[in-house]
Each structure stands twice: as C-alpha cells, then as structure tokens.
C-alpha cells in the first residue's frame, strides 16, 4: 500500500498530504496515525498536533512561519492562519564533513561536445546576433527573417497548416460546427539534414528592452550578460549590432568579454548602424559577415569530453507542495554527483534562498565566501522592502494554491536543488563561474531572468523542475524539465522531459532518481536527445534590471 501522508524532517510539526485526505479520513506513518479535522488537498499541509497561536510552524527542520491563530491537530495550513516568517542568520560555522556520493559508476565517462581554445566545452554550438540596445531589434527581426528558414534552421509551424485547413473549410463555406470539430492533420517536420551548416545547431537572436534609457549599472550589467552569452561553450561566436549612441557601448561590452576570456579568439562582428549609415548597407553587411562567422562554425565537430566540463544551472518554476520534496531533492542529488566528478553547478534565485541561509552560509568553504552571500541577500532583501515589496511576496497565487503558502516553505524547497555539497563560490549577476563545485548566483526567483542568468554565467545545461508546468528554455543552452509529480507528466507530456513522481508514489528513491537524471544530462549534453524546449523553439531571454525583480 502506497505512502499518503510524508513528514519531510524529524523536526517538523507539520505533515504533507500525498493525495487528497476527506474529513475525518486518518493516515499513518512511522507508526503513528493521524486524523484529519478537515479536507486536505494533495501537496497541502496540516498539523501534527495543535499549534497555539504565534508559535513557529517547523517544516524541512527550519521555521517556515507562523501561527496567526490556533491550529487543531490534523487541521489545514492556509494563508488565513499561517504568516511567513524565517529564521535569522549568523557568521559562518563551516562543517567540512561533506559525504560524497559513490561516482564509480560513472568513472572515466564522457559527453561528446564543442571544445572552445579556451578550454570550455559546450553542449551545442550556435551563432548569436545581440542588439546593444532594443533600437536594434528591428534589424534583428529582418535578419532573421532573411536567414534563419534559408539556412534550414526554420521549425514547421503545424498550426499554420491547421489554421490552413480550417481556412479553406471555411472558404468552402462550413459550419461553426464543422470549424470547431472536424479534424485537422498536423503537417510534417523539417529535415536537419537540410540545413546548410549541419555543424551549426542554430542561429539566436537576443533581442531585449534595454541598452538605453536606464541606469549606467544597467547598461554595464547588459554588457556583462551579452559578454557571458557571447563568450558561453556553446557558442561558436556572434554578430553584433550597435545604433552607436546607447548607454551601452561597444567598448563596455569588450572590456567585460575581456573580464571572461582574456584571450577570446571567436569570430566576433560588430556593426555601429550611425557609422554604416543606410540601413540597406548594414544590414547587407551583417548578412555577409554572419555567413563568414557560420563557415567557420561549422568547422567544429562533437569531440570526447569529461563530465568535469559539465556545468549545470539549477532551477524551478511553477513550483507545487511536491517540488521539495521529489524533483528539487533528485537535483540535488545529481548536482552532489557532478560536483563529485569534478563538474560545477549553479544555484540561483536569492529570494527562494529565505530562511535556509545559515546552512548555506555554514558551507561556504571560506569566511570571505560566506560574507559575501549574506551580504547579497540582505542587500537585495532591504531594496525589496524599500520599495514596499520584501521576499514574503515570493510566492505565486499558483504556489499558494498548491500549498506553498509562504516564502520560507518555498524557499526550503528550492534550495534542495543544490544538494549538500561545499559552497565554493558566491558570485554576484552576472558573474562567470570559474570554480569547480557548487555556486551560488544571486538572481531574482523569476524563472526566465534567473535561468537568463546562470546561462551567462556558464551553465551549459539547465535542470528546470515544475510542479505546475511550464514551457520555458533558453536560446542557446538546453534547459531539461522535469516534473513534480506523474499527473502532470502525463498531461503536459509535450514540454516536459523527466517525472519524478515516482519518488511520491515510493517506486525509486531520490537517490535512483538523481542518477537517472545525470544519466539523462549526458545523453542531452552529448547531443543525442533533443530536449522539449529546444524542440518547440523556447528561446526566452530576459535581462535583469537592477531595480527590484523577484
């Protein structure tokens, strides 16, 4: 018989519904049996005996919140009587008693992917054109036009040849009956063998609002992602183009590509528009040169590559109540393994990091380490408040429907997703990852901005997990999605990869997971697997204004 109920930690004085519990319906685990006072939903929480008003609600062994009034034992936790609230945290008290995984066997394996001069290896390889600030845009959208589907890299549009049929019905004059039910057939995909650099997995273009406008620190930080994308592994090099009299100059941008690769050798085209002149001119020179940059791309081949050159960014969107306690786990797991294997891993989103951070800050390897990351999150969580807003906003109305109903039972969470391994590095946005191990990156929880940034921080693969669902990728790093739980697996199947449901319904262990999933991260990483958000084409990109964004 399978588990319905979970209590996460020793500690804790609240229990998670595996499914959904009538009233009065009573539940049992490690020997104790529990009744409930009132319906709860799957992935929600109730108490385990009463908790008084004002006492702390105990959920991952760390405070999550708050009783705002008297909970029954066996009764619901809900936004009408818990409030947020996290524990504080100190100076660092390292413990360097981490116990690595058992990685034999994964011993001597490889990936096969794009080596870079500078010693990177990316998982795919592909050609930018980056605006320096959005009056570029345009041109970008014409370039595109003019050499994305010539040059093979066009997806079929299926619903254009729907649209098409149900168009032609309705010139033959059927029904809103016929139009709402005949069926329509879905079109054919295109040939990658048809693509005139088969070397060249694509051409991206990074359009973005920004480059202009706002602040200097905006503008540098633009430049510093434009230059962590432009240099990354998995790009082969990139035109750029430039009106000429933006915040964000050329000369910023080559100091902080400067900054990431001091010896960048990419093929790298920069065109100012208020030096060209006509727009026909620039545009038939951007063609030319980014036709050059493809030649040379399409030289580089998939070559034997260890895991160490693996780096992985670590993220989750649409969470639910069973996030932290499946797939964020499983991550963490084979974010331990890689780290183990010598590779790196990121771990983001500063205000999902809410009430987890002494033991972050107590694993950091060195003192300066630790200061740092609180230094970060105080800093971004007081310019939150400044703004009328703080980190107990973080959650979603779709977190709080499936029972994560403050930021702190989010948080502990989220932050399973990067294992339990040492903190090597604490970087800033959009800081480059250069240690081997487990970093932290402070971004905003927003999943596209965040999974923007650990990109340009070097992450070659990205681990999304989602309890919701959702459709998001990047445009030049896979991002694998990864489900919470089976239903969802199942109903949104097309964008999601992986299911972790198995670890709720008691058929693998977290551990079995996590192996499964690295298993699965060499297969992408080596080009094998084309990942859902490659296939429909997700290429989200969003830059991070340092206004406040959570």
Known sequence: MKQTILKVHPSDNVVVALTDLQLGETAEYAGRTYTVKEFIAA???FAEDLIKQD???IMYGVLVGKAQSDIQAGGLLSTANVKHAASGFLTAQHHDDWHKPDTSKWA????????REDGDVGTANYWLVIPMVFCENRNLEVLQDALVKPLGYGRHNSYHTKAQQLI????????????????????????????????????KFLTHNGGCGGTRQDATALCGLLAGYITHPNVAGATVMSLGCQNAQVSILEEEIKKRSPNFSKPLYVLDQQKVGKESDLLELAIRQTMAGLIEANNNVRQ??????????????????????????AIGYTSDLLVSLGGSVILAEFPELCGVEQNLIDRCVDKEKADRFSYLVKTYAQRAEEVGSGFDMNPSPGNIKDGLITDAIKSAGAAKKGGTSPVVDVLDYPEKVTKPGLNLLCTPGNDVESTTAEVASGANVVLFTTGLGTPTGNPITPVIKISTNTKLFNKMSDIIDLDTGSIIDGDETI?????RILDYVVKVASGEIEVSAVRHGQDDFIPWKRGISL
């Open 304 to 329: 034997p590559a260890p895991l160490s050159k693996i780096t992985i960014g670590l993220e989750c969107g649409g969470s639910d109540g069973f996030s932290g306690i499946s797939a964020n786990p």
């Open 168 to 203: 032609n019905l309705v010139k033959q004059g059927g029904s809103v009956e016929q139009v709402l039910y005949t069926e329509v057939k879905d079109g054919l995909a295109v040939d990658k063998a048809s693509r005139v650099f088969p070397n060249v997995d694509g051409i």
């Open 511 to 515: 551990e079995q997971a996590g192996e």
């Open 108 to 115: 001597g394996k490889t990936f096969n992917g794009f080596h």
């Open 43 to 45: 992935k929600h929480k």
């Open 55 to 57: 006492e702390q609600i």
